[in-house]
T-cell receptor, first 115, second 112 residues
């Protein structure tokens, strides 16, 4: 069974500083990996995905993520945080095998960016 | 270009009742997936519809059922509501079963 762990319930960072939101996964075979962001009372917005190729993936709003196969991690990063980045972030994994396409999500990490 | 839309936005039901939630996919998408997000949790996969058939199902009881129409829109039905069914129900659409899923704003269901 596939699973995702987001070890931090909350990450606090000052505006202008770099941020990292951690994610580790477990899946049989090679994974598809995703990051989504959720603002209050909103659905999930797609940020970026890893399918294959470069381990550093660039996405929306200046976010990027680094895939590390040996550590089974897919950490979300941004060089300079903005107050408007404050939201709930979810990492998700999808199995490549067969036609299975359900996303399995972590429990989410709340990012708080302060002035 | 309209994104994924869901209706209603909020819904309050009583235990034992039945509810129907609706979803219209993003323009050009043909696959709809449904997720349940309980308070403080990540979304949990309920099922996915493609070509008007349920293609994959998560660990949800038969009280949860769905339908996809020829125009690709979808409904989620929940029978015999329990208090534990209170959650945000998210619909996601994609082009085919394997591409990126884009989510709607959700329907907040409260069961009293």
């Amino acid at each position: 069974a596939q699973s995702v762990a987001q070890p931090e319930d909350q990450v606090n960072v000052a505006e202008g500083n770099p941020l990292t939101v951690k994610c580790t996964y477990s899946v049989s075979g090679n994974p598809y990996l995703f990051w989504y962001v959720q603002y209050p009372n909103r659905g999930l917005q797609f940020l970026l995905k890893y399918i294959t190729g470069d381990n550093l993936v660039k996405g929306s709003y200046g976010f990027e993520a680094e895939f590390n196969k040996s550590q089974t991690s897919f950490h979300l990063k941004k060089p300079s945080a903005l107050v408007s980045d404050s939201a709930l972030y979810f990492c998700a994994v999808r199995d490549r095998t067969g036609t299975a396409s359900k996303l399995t999500f972590g429990t989410g990490t709340r990012l708080q960016v302060t002035l | 270009d309209a994104g994924v839309t869901q209706s209603p936005t909020h819904l309050i039901k009583t235990r034992g009742q039945q509810v129907t939630l609706r979803c219209s996919p993003k323009s050009g998408h043909d696959t709809v997936s449904w997720y349940q997000q309980a308070l403080g949790q990540g979304p949990q996969f309920i099922f996915q519809y493609y070509e008007e058939e349920e293609r994959q199902r998560g660990n949800f009881p038969d009280r949860f059922s769905g339908h996809q129409f020829p125009n690709y829109s979808s409904e989620l039905n929940v029978n015999a509501l329990l208090l534990g069914d209170s959650a945000l129900y998210l619909c996601a659409s994609s082009l085919g079963t394997g591409s990126v899923q884009y989510f709607g704003p959700g329907t907040r269901l409260t069961v009293t």
